[in-house]
């Protein structure tokens, strides 16, 4: 018996448009969601999706079918998405030197997780993952929404899984001061 990963696997070396449609449809929410997350901005990230699915039906062959199909995406959009932050630089997913500089959202607008906010904690938690390093933002967004593994990260990011839990640990350590000490 064919298991799902392995039917995807197949699909994608064959081309076959069905298959990349329902892929589409199933993970189109999470990869724009995803974007959105390590951009830090809204506009552009239609381009970005277009992209990564337009990559997707090339470079298909690749996926082996062995793990989840989601991380494979996840890496191919992180890769997109660098490539062109190389391309017009602002700040470096690569790099986790603390200079004390803060990446800030491109636009003026309110985030997507500010908009999507439902009480306050949930409002205030989103500014502060905007006030993040894009690399801890990014390891809990990946950990933490997207409920990926800390070995599905690791291939996501190109990072050793002691880096990815390194990561996960500073960014929680970094926001835990703004959420101690307060009544529900």
Known sequence: MESETQRIALG????????????????????????VSLLGRRDGIDDFVQETWLRVLERGGSYDGQSRFEPWLFRVARNIALDAMRKRPMFSLDSNEGDGVRSSPASGEPSPYTLAARTQ???????SLQT????YREALVLRFQEDLSLQEISVIVGAPVSTVASRIYRGLATLRPQFEGETA
């Open 12 to 35: 994608l070396r064959q081309g076959d448009v069905v298959v990349l449609e329902a892929l589409v449809q199933q993970y189109q929410y999470r990869l724009v969601r995803y974007l």
């Open 121 to 127: 904690d949930a409002e205030r938690l989103a500014n």
């Open 132 to 135: 993040l390093d894009p690399v």
